[in-house]
């Protein structure tokens, strides 16, 4: 199949897709009373699903999850458009513009040697934008989960050059908030150890960063695992016919070194 025909067949499926949400929008009791406020909470759980898909690698679910939330967006575009605040066309035309304005390497007449010195410009390109961002760090939502939104604050600002010289630097950077911890613990400051836990944590999501983890991922398959261990430790005491809480820590930490052997969860 040659280019030119698989994109009408992209145009041609995207077209009928636009068709059946006209239609919805039109004849469906859920559908036709949809709102941006009542469809946002659906949107992020959207999202979340999608995500989970992404880190399992999962094809199929992937293919889903992203109909879905194409759905949500083709939906908003409707809603948009009957008030005529914009339509699909128009978020298709903005979202043109500003890839074509944030890629003057490829559409304009910047060289760049690679990818570091493309991201080392991206924010200033970004803030260059007609009602782009005012500050570096202003693109980064408020309502971002606090581990994603560390790594992004990081990130921006690595982009102007605010980062470690050497990579290998930030770990004085994790032992020294480690210490801090300590410290406050041994005082007993609630509100201190919170906040150094809270530098600690950042220090982490930096060195995360810094040697290409995405620490969003990292944990999340961390979580995984731990689930997978923990049932099999739950479900093991049930089959001797014990509750957990029944049962000794040394028993459960048995069951445990069983589920590590089976290597669950990885």
Known sequence: MNSKNNRQQKLEAFGKLLDVVDNLR????WDSVQTNESMRPNTIEEAMELADALLGNDNEKIKKELGDVLLHVVLYARIGEETGAYDIATVCDALREKLIF?????????KV??????????????????DGNKTILAGVPETLPSLIKAERIQEKAANVGFDWEKKED????????????????????????EKEFGDLFFA??????????????????TNLKFIARFNHVEARASAQGKHLNEMTLQEMDKLWDEAKLLRLGE
Do not use: F, Q
């Open 102 to 110: 944030r890629h003057p390497h490829i559409y304009g007449n910047d």
């Open 170 to 193: 930030v770990w004085d950077k994790v032992k020294e908030e480690i210490s801090e911890v300590e410290a406050e613990m041994k005082l007993g400051n609630e509100t201190n150890i």
């Open 204 to 221: 982490l999501v930096n060195a995360a960063r810094l040697y290409g983890i995405r620490p969003d991922n990292a944990l999340e398959k």
């Open 113 to 130: 040697s690679g990818v570091d010195e493309l991201l080392h410009h991206w924010e200033v390109i970004k803030m260059k934008e007609k």
């Open 26 to 29: 039109e004849k469906c009791p």
